[in-house]
């Protein structure tokens, strides 16, 4: 258990230096979004802001976070936010040197485990937007766990550059 808190406490670390670096080049907040709520903890969580020129029903953008701890196994089963009218996790492969993006109707938590939806990976997607936020919004989301329930959390949005300096 000390062990893992341990390693746990490094790994923030290093993220929270790898955020200092996105508010220096973009002018925006350090420090991604967060929720600590019945037994899930949700880190880091940051959405690039996405590129204008199509109408906002065409536009996507994708959330990022962790969720690093919960109390028990649980599943995210849906997502909500104000800001589109579909809001899913998405699974992201190479297929035939292809980059592929599937819908995941449902995202398995283990305990202890944590889960990380990160840029080159799984993700959140918000689709068909009622509005298109900037770089400095925060975008709200509420992720409905099996077990947990409702957690809410707003996600800083952050320069599409900003957050490609950080993609493996
Ligand atoms: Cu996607």
Known sequence: MTTARTRA???????????VTVA???????GGGSADQNGIRITDAVSPAPAGGVSPREMTMAVYLTISETAAADTLDSIATPVARTA?????????????????SALPVER??????????SHIMLENL??????????????????????????PVVSYGALDSHAP
Request: charged letters at 20%; proline letters at 7%; hydrophobic letters at 45%.
């Open 9 to 19: 406490a490094s790994r923030r670390t290093v993220l929270v230096a790898g955020l």
């Open 24 to 30: 220096c080049s973009c002018g925006g907040k350090a």
């Open 88 to 104: 899913r996790v998405h699974d992201e492969k190479m297929d035939n040197g292809m980059q592929m993006m599937m819908p995941v």
């Open 112 to 121: 202890t485990h944590p889960v990380r939806l990160a840029p080159g990976g």
């Open 130 to 155: 009622v509005r298109v936020p900037a770089s400095g919004d925060s975008v709200p989301l509420v992720l409905f766990f099996r077990h947990a329930g409702a957690i809410r959390l707003k996600v």
